[in-house]
């Protein structure tokens, strides 16, 4: 098959590492593959690299840029079409919300133009642009764009049931179109045990005790990422426990806020921060640490709760969207979003007791393993893609 993909920027982040081994593992399958992307713009690191020698071609289409704006996205869509028109593809399959708006809009425009009604139009949902915690008239504009693309769009495929549940919920799509896809995790670099010497440098490196119980965080320095209620779970914690440090893996907009909050509470000998570390160092960072701790307050499923759990760690998560589709008790702590007082019991459960730790982390691992497998999530796709183009 020809496939196009079609994301907004090729930014560190589950969706963008989601749709590169998608292209990828397609492309090693034998079908055209081409990416479509806009340039990788923010603090947030890219992804371009990854693309190079991959098997598929990746276009940059300038004007494809996250923000709303008709001077941009007008022209975007255009050259999106104009691209498609040339590529002719039996697919178009679009990530992230502006992305998948104008990238669905361009697909369905042309079909017709060639045999069979193709293109068919995939979109997968990593997350909801709307959520309850911003305004109600931008949820309701929000639920709008989506309920229309949704009319331009044979298939959706989802990163965890709770995507699909609230879409259908919100009227987007209806029921037979959906299909759970979970986002894939390369996982031979999590699964592989990393030597304690490799594990002990990098907390040498980022001046971490050898015997502290670290608490990691890997997310984007960002609003709604509830890195907020980690620093104020720690306040009540660090009194607790001397042995304890917060990591914190990741950048973004909030970085000088959080550091310069951190530092008003007198936490500043309790939290590290890395920066942005490239995709390859994670496992190193979650194996160096003990308990991954991810209070976001969005998220379609974080790809940092299996990826934990692969490198047997308990997650303590806020029970958000997809997030209760891989920690439970067995797992891990699930607690109420905002909830520090039972963020700061279940972080505590885990500090004090490391055979738990360690129960917890080896079920984990089992728990996610096939789930979570590239080969596992590719078949759902390659699935959808067949089902559409002979249907």
């Known amino acids: 098959m020809k496939v196009v993909h079609i994301i907004t920027r090729l930014i560190l982040g589950g969706a963008q590492e989601n749709t590169l081994i998608t292209c990828k593992l397609l492309a090693e399958r034998g079908h055209e593959v081409t990416l479509i992307t806009g340039p990788a713009l923010g603090p947030e690191g890219g992804l371009f690299e990854q693309t190079k020698n991959a098997g598929y071609e990746t276009i940059v289409v300038d004007k494809l840029r996250r923000a709303i704006n008709p001077v941009n996205d007008i022209p975007a869509y255009y050259a999106i079409k104009k691209l498609l028109r040339k590529l002719q593809p039996d697919i178009v399959h ?6 998948g708006i104008l990238g669905r809009y361009a697909g369905c425009a042309l079909k017709d133009k060639w045999a069979a009604g193709r293109p068919a139009v995939v979109h997968t949902i990593h997350g909801l642009a709307f959520h309850p915690y911003q305004g109600a008239v931008l949820n309701r504009l929000y639920i709008a764009i989506e309920k ?23 009227g987007i799509g209806s029921p037979e179109q959906f299909t759970t896809a979970y ?65 914190f893996v990741g950048d973004g907009n909030l970085s000088q806020t959080y550091r310069q909050q951190i530092r008003e509470l007198g936490l500043a000998e309790r939290f ?10 994670i496992p190193l960072a979650i194996q160096s640490s003990d308990i991954l701790v991810h209070c976001s307050l969005r998220e379609g499923l974080a790809r940092t709760l299996p990826q934990a759990m692969l490198c047997a760690r308990p997650a303590v998560s806020f029970d958000v969207d997809g997030a209760r589709e891989v920690v439970n ?18 972080c505590e459960e885990l500090i004090k007791d490391e055979p738990l730790r360690k129960r917890l982390g080896q079920a984990g691992r089992e728990s996610v393993r096939q789930k979570f497998s590239p080969d596992t999530m590719v078949d759902v796709i390659e699935a959808t893609y067949r089902n559409l183009i002979t249907s």
């Open 183 to 247: 986002s894939a995790i390369d996982e031979d670099d999590f699964l592989t045990e990393i030597p304690q010497e490799q594990r002990m440098a990098f907390r040498r490196k980022y001046d971490i005790p050898e015997k502290a119980v670290v608490l990691v965080t890997v997310a984007r320095l960002f609003e709604l990422k509830g890195h907020d209620y980690i620093i104020d779970s720690a306040r009540e914690l660090s009194k607790k426990f001397d042995d304890c440090i917060w990591l």
């Open 272 to 281: 590290r921060f890395t920066g942005l570390l490239r995709p390859d160092e």
């Open 148 to 170: 229309a693309a949704g009319k331009r769009t044979n298939a959706f495929i989802s990163v965890a049931d709770a995507m699909t549940a609230q879409s259908l919920a919100a």
């Open 329 to 346: 008790e067995n797992t891990g702590r699930l607690i109420q979003p905002k909830n520090v007082p039972q963020l700061i019991r279940a």
């Open 94 to 99: 679009t990530h992230s919300a502006k992305a």
